[in-house]
């Protein structure tokens, strides 16, 4: 069993997301007889899950679409194919904008030795 504070640290979140989390249904979290939230392996484990999709960039909706239905692995392929795609995009994107910057760097470059 493990604090809300401790599992913060480990998934690199803060303690009111996994209070969230809690409150919004996405974890379940045992109480010990004080009502303070003692998390097991299953309540870490999806507080795990639901970290790394919001790291790719998952909506809290995505993420409740596949936790609200485990056993429907089409519909959770669909959902983080989509969020694949929208990583994907925005890769490229970041590509571009290098590419952009790599040649305005050139140019600078170019006038700076010119100027020698």
């Known amino acids: ?63 409740r679409t596949i936790l609200s239905n485990p056993d429907d692995h089409a519909l959770s392929i669909d959902v983080m194919e989509r969020a694949r795609q929208k990583i994907e995009d925005e890769i490229v994107g970041l590509q571009q904008n290098l590419e952009h910057l790599d040649r305005r760097i050139q140019e600078h470059r170019r006038h700076l030795d010119g100027t020698r």
């Open 1 to 63: 069993m493990v604090s809300i504070q401790e599992v913060a640290e480990q998934l690199g979140v803060s303690t009111h997301a996994l209070r969230y989390y809690e409150k919004e249904g996405l974890i379940a979290v045992p109480r010990d007889a004080h009502g303070t939230r003692i998390f097991d392996e299953e309540s870490i484990s999806a507080a795990r899950f639901i970290a790394t999709c919001r790291q790719a960039g998952m909506s809290l909706a995505d993420i």
